[in-house]
């Protein structure tokens, strides 16, 4: 988990890992409290995970995902009920 920003009670699954690196530049990832990370989900910052959002494991993240949200594929899409 490079050059992230996490907050308080959140879970981050195993095999995570944040894409910062660009090849020009690093980008932040910001993980919001009670968030949770699905084990190997790939976080493409600069990219922020709200509040109490989920994401699904092996997801890949490329987009903000809103707090309390829950997200989840390749690319992850938004699965939360309506």
């Given at each position: 988990i490079?050059?992230?920003t996490?907050?308080?009670?959140?879970n981050v699954g195993a095999g995570t890992i944040t894409c910062n690196y660009?090849?020009?530049?690093?980008?932040?990832?910001?993980i919001e409290d009670e968030a949770l990370?699905?084990?190997?989900?790939?976080?493409v910052a600069p990219i922020t995970v709200g509040k109490s959002a989920k994401t699904g494991a092996g997801s890949?993240?490329?987009s903000d995902v809103v707090a309390g949200?829950?997200?989840?594929?390749?690319?992850a899409k938004s699965i939360k009920s309506k």
């Open positions: 490079g050059d992230a996490i907050g308080v009670n959140v660009d090849g020009v530049e690093k980008h932040p990832t910001v990370i699905g084990s190997s989900t790939m976080l890949v993240v490329k949200d829950t997200v989840a594929g390749v690319p």
